[in-house]
């Protein structure tokens, strides 16, 4: 389905932001999308935008790094008359395009001498019926604040204005907790996108010959080119091609060609720079976003000057994430000269070639993928949530000396698949416990291997084969009191056999009967069958109804079985928890069975895992975590003892 996409960009410095701004365009666009392209900056060479609507605004730049003082496209401060203007502009292309899909460039991880602006579209957008998607687009590394009051400002209108956060880089080279203090409440919106390559084109494999020299759009490359013309003339064995940028002033570009020696050529940046980077021996460049990208795609060595002016980091930190895999040579800024510049080279240029590492470099495709997902899960994946009743309940335990704990766990795993390593990536971003509930008849040696290595996941035995034996019209059931005991209590004991051939050390002897629904009956054999807890669902009896028997059960449940089969209401789970919290501070529930969170992984779609991903950061913000199922149980000993060979 076609959807109208509205991307906002403002460009001060370099033309890299605009440039990955316009490579997402044509990726909508190419996708059938009605998309716009909105421009803040001085106006650059673009690439064929194809079928996207351009708006260019009242255009803004900066001198060099100060980015406290807006200048106009003549260098001249402007007034708020100016900046008014392209106010009124942008909203009107707002409310001409309404669209879909809301994208803001780097705001509000940046640009908040434009917070204003920024802010007049993302309050007209949020009164718009029916709202956008909006997103933010921001590339791998970032450049925070010193200060945490604008970190947690920054946070505070990700969570408010913003549906989820693109990240355009792979985590594999530079994770955005590198450069970003990322806080727990926002972790569930970070989407990776894998880098946007504006150059889709096929790299031509050819002979390597030579040096290319490279800086980005702006004069701010001025040292680098001049640094290596020198040392052209100590490595003239070979002929060098330094591009110049467009940003460089033509009395400099003419200055730098006229001193050029021989075998050096000096000429303006080309649009075939990418065939001439796949055929030279050795690239020298800044190590800006699209630099880093076009050297990942042509697999060539490289010695990167990281710009680092101004205090900025971004440059510096990619640049060793890239050396880190072989894969460059560093000249810091402030030890820049014709020498150390040469020596890298030749360093550079001995160095044997290092294998491609797999970094994801199709990001326009799968941010239009991305975007294209959450706007089709509905309002539901990005409407807010009121966690007050939530917040209040747990403060009045605290106040109170009620200390609350809960446990997670996740029914009917059987083998290794996509949704349980989503499921163990959670678990490991949030240090949690996971109680996996396996079916035995079905399991696959594929899970054994899987959580091998583990140590907070611990298989609970999920019945034998979860197979509904309820008559007609009554609640399904594969234990229940229907059956006879004997033949019952057969199955469980095979059941947990079966798993602990498959699991070993991994499983613990606890029972969770499918649907959640036991015969009364069949409790009291359990621990003459090899278990020692039991799981079901609601609060426990405050007085153990077994002796040697454990139960702790789950209480809320996020999935909506009877309607949607999605996430439910968020209020309802919000009031559930809180619910399960309050009874725990009245003492109307045993206090010491921690609330459980149940979900089922295999049925999970975007809005259940990222609605229940907000769960989990909203108590991780709050320190709390979720205890691992074996010191639930008080099994903690016994299993250390079998996963120590013991």
């Not at 203090?181 to 894998?194: A, H, K, M, N, S």
């Not at 019952?488 to 004991?493: G, L």
């Not at 947990?496 to 959640?516: C, I, K, M, Q, T």
Request: charged content about 25%; aromatic content about 6%; proline content about 7%.
């Amino acid at each position: 389905m076609s959807s109208h996409v509205l991307i906002a960009v403002t460009h001060l410095l370099g033309a890299g932001h605009l440039t990955r701004a316009a490579a997402l365009a044509r990726a909508f666009a190419r996708k059938g999308h009605a998309t716009t392209l909105v421009s803040g900056g001085t106006p650059a060479r673009l690439a064929d935008l194809e079928n996207v609507t351009f708006v260019q605004l009242p255009p803004l730049r900066t001198a060099g790094t100060d980015f406290r003082t807006l200048l106009d496209e003549d260098f001249r401060p402007v007034d708020e008359a100016y900046l008014d203007g392209r106010r009124i502009l942008l909203l009107d292309t707002l409310k001409a395009v309404r669209p879909d899909i809301l994208i803001t460039e780097l705001f509000p991880f940046g640009r908040r001498i434009l917070a204003d602006e920024f802010s007049a579209l993302l309050d007209a957008a949020r009164r718009m019926d029916p709202h956008p998607l909006v997103l933010c687009s921001i590339r791998d590394i970032l450049v925070a604040s010193s200060k945490a009051s604008r970190i947690e400002e920054t946070h505070e209108r990700v969570l408010r204005d913003y549906d989820a956060v693109l990240v355009h880089g792979d985590p594999e080279l530079a994770p955005l907790e590198a450069s970003w203090p990322v806080d727990e409440r926002i972790r569930p919106l970070i989407r990776y996108t894998g880098y946007v390559d504006e150059n889709e084109a096929l790299v031509p494999r050819t002979h390597r010959q030579g040096i290319v020299v490279s800086g980005g759009s702006s004069a701010a490359s001025l040292p680098l080119y001049r640094a290596a013309l020198e040392a052209a003339r100590d490595i003239a064995d070979r002929p060098w091609r330094i591009l110049i940028g467009r940003g460089v002033a033509e009395a400099e570009f003419l200055t730098l060609r006229e001193s050029a020696p021989a075998h050096v050529t000096v000429e303006r940046a080309r649009p075939d720079f990418r065939t001439l980077l796949s055929g030279a021996e050795l690239s020298v460049s800044q190590a800006g976003y699209n630099t880093a990208v076009d050297l990942l795609r042509c697999g060539v060595k490289s010695v990167l000057v990281p710009f680092e002016a101004g205090n900025e980091t971004e440059q510096r930190l990619r640049a060793e994430r890239l050396a880190a895999l072989g894969l460059a040579e560093i000249v810091p800024e402030a030890e820049l000269s014709p020498r150390n510049l040469a020596d890298a080279i030749w360093r550079g240029l001995a160095r044997p070639p290092s294998p491609a590492p797999a970094i994801s470099l199709n990001g326009a495709m799968q941010t239009v993928a991305l975007a294209e997902s959450l706007l089709s899960s509905g309002p539901a994946i990005h409407r807010t949530i009121d966690w007050s009743p939530l917040d209040l309940a747990l403060d009045r335990a605290r106040d109170r000396g009620c200390i609350v704990r809960f446990w997670w766990r996740d029914d009917d795993a059987v083998t290794d698949t996509p949704q349980l390593n989503r499921l163990l990536g959670l678990s490991h971003r949030y240090d949690a416990g996971i109680g996996l509930a396996v079916i035995p008849e079905s399991i696959e040696t594929s899970l054994a291997r899987r959580l091998a290595n583990e140590p907070k996941v611990f298989a609970l035995v999920h019945g034998w084969s979860h197979t509904d034996h309820a008559s007609p019209g009554e609640k399904k059931a594969e234990f229940g009191a229907h059956r006879p005991l004997g033949c019952m209590a057969d199955e469980a004991k095979q059941a947990l056999h079966l798993a602990r051939e498959h699991l070993g050390s991994r499983l613990l002897p606890v029972f969770v009967p499918p649907w959640n629904r036991i015969s009364q009956d069949l409790i009291p054999l359990l621990p003459s069958l090899g278990f020692r807890g039991l799981s079901t669902f609601t609060d426990r009896k405050t007085v153990e109804p077994v002796p040697d028997l454990v139960q702790v059960n789950t209480h809320v449940d996020p999935i909506d079985w009877h309607g949607t089969r999605s996430f439910a209401d968020p209020a309802l789970i919000v009031a559930a928890l809180a619910g399960a919290v309050e009874r725990r501070v009245a003492g109307d529930a045993d206090r010491e069975e921690p609330i459980g969170f149940l979900t089922h992984h295999l049925v999970h779609d975007d809005v259940i895992w990222t609605l229940c991903e907000r769960l989990i950061a909203r108590l991780a913000a709050r320190g709390i975590g979720f205890l691992c199922p074996d010191a639930c149980f008080g099994l903690e000993t016994r299993s250390q003892l079998r996963s120590n060979g013991d």
